[in-house]
């Protein structure tokens, strides 16, 4: 299973950057995905999450209204629109999902609950 992101770069505040998450791995079936930051010196923090199905999207308070996080359950895809960046949005954005991945061992199937992350991309606004 892996999780590649893709979008970020530099931009100067007020201005507007989209990243993208896509999952690859038939064994794992996708319960949430969700976006976090972590900025230097500071502990990774929840950005965004969003249910598989429901499409449920949860935001932390410094990020809503500005920030839109979606999914394309077909493309196995997840997004996070940012508008109105500030200074402070200023961090590694990593990508995680959680669900049930499937193990095959002889003649036993069974899943257990896992999640995994992504490489980060780095966003970075200037004042």
């Known amino acids: 299973v892996q999780l590649v992101e893709s979008g970020g770069g530099l931009v100067q505040a007020g201005g507007s950057l989209g990243l993208s998450c896509a999952v690859s791995?038939?064994?794992?079936?996708?319960?949430?995905m969700g976006w976090y930051r972590q900025a230097p010196g500071k502990q990774r923090e929840l950005v965004a999450t969003?249910?598989?199905?429901?499409?449920?999207?949860n935001y932390a308070d410094s990020v809503k209204g500005r920030f839109t996080i979606s999914r394309d359950r077909a493309k196995s895809s997840m997004y996070l629109q940012m508008d109105n960046l500030k200074p402070e949005d200023t961090a590694v954005y990593y990508c995680?999902?959680?669900?049930?991945?499937?193990?095959?061992?002889?003649?036993?199937?069974?899943?257990?609950?896992?999640?995994?992350w992504g490489q980060g991309t780095q966003v970075t606004v200037s004042s």
């Open positions: 791995g038939s064994t794992f079936s996708v319960n949430a």
């Open positions: 969003i249910t598989s199905r429901g499409g449920f999207a």
């Open positions: 995680n999902a959680e669900g049930q991945e499937t193990f095959h061992s002889g003649i036993y199937t069974y899943t257990k609950e896992n999640e995994y």
